[in-house]
Antibody, heavy 115, light 110 residues
């Protein structure tokens, strides 16, 4: 059974940084691209980023480009999202999802950006 | 404003068939395959349809997807109360070089 477990969310001040982690199990992590998707409170889904199997190809939404960085450690079955220069509008539940088509999702971790 | 346009709401009675539309452009739906997700409030989204019309194992055949040109549709037949949820379309956009989601459609089972 595929399991994705996000962590690292919390309250951070505007301009601050956070690193989210997503530990994967139940599938061969190194053979799948991985995605991040977020959902602001009461709002719809927003695609954030995707990383290729080896990590050498990454894509970002314009809203986070230059501030967020996705990476992975295939030896640890772990996906990361480094978030810098955080803004109030980055407040959301952040989900990691398996593959480009997001065929399995974690339960999400809440990031709140507020002073 | 989302690149993909969905109606904000839809409704139907048990047993009915409902469709949800997703309108895009040549750089997204017109060029790439569409996925659909179901999200029951308070829970994580679930993949419902991938590659326009393929159902993952475990998804009932009451759910079906289609695509024509720059638009896609999700159809739900034999509507059930547990189908009440938010539904999102998603696709890769070649111009943005990024993934995009529709704004979501809230389905109410009357």
């Amino acid at each position: 059974e595929v399991q994705l477990l996000e962590s690292g969310g919390g309250l951070v001040q505007p301009g601050g940084s956070l690193r989210l982690s997503c530990v994967a199990s139940g599938f061969m992590f190194s053979t799948y691209a991985m995605s991040w998707v977020r959902q602001a409170p009461g709002k719809g889904l927003e695609w954030v980023s995707v990383i290729s199997t080896s990590g050498d190809d990454t894509k970002y939404a314009d809203s986070v480009k230059g501030r967020f960085s996705v990476s992975r450690d295939n030896s640890k079955n772990t996906l990361y999202l480094q978030m810098n220069s955080l803004r109030a509008e980055d407040t959301a539940v952040y989900y990691c999802a398996k593959d480009y088509k997001c065929d399995s999702w974690g339960q999400g971790t809440l990031v709140t950006v507020s002073s | 404003q989302s690149v993909l346009t969905q109606p904000p709401s839809a409704s139907g009675t048990p047993g009915q068939r409902v469709t949800i539309s997703c309108s895009g452009s040549s750089s997204n739906i017109g060029s790439n395959t569409v996925n659909w997700y179901q999200q029951v409030p308070g829970t994580a989204p679930k993949l419902l349809i991938y590659s326009n019309n393929q159902r993952p194992s475990g998804v009932p055949d009451r759910f079906s997807g289609s695509k024509s040109g720059t638009s896609a549709s999700l159809a739900i037949s034999g509507l059930q109360s547990e189908d009440e949820a938010d539904y999102y379309c998603a696709v890769w956009d070649d111009s943005l070089n990024a993934g995009v989601f529709g704004g979501g459609t809230k389905l109410t089972v009357l």
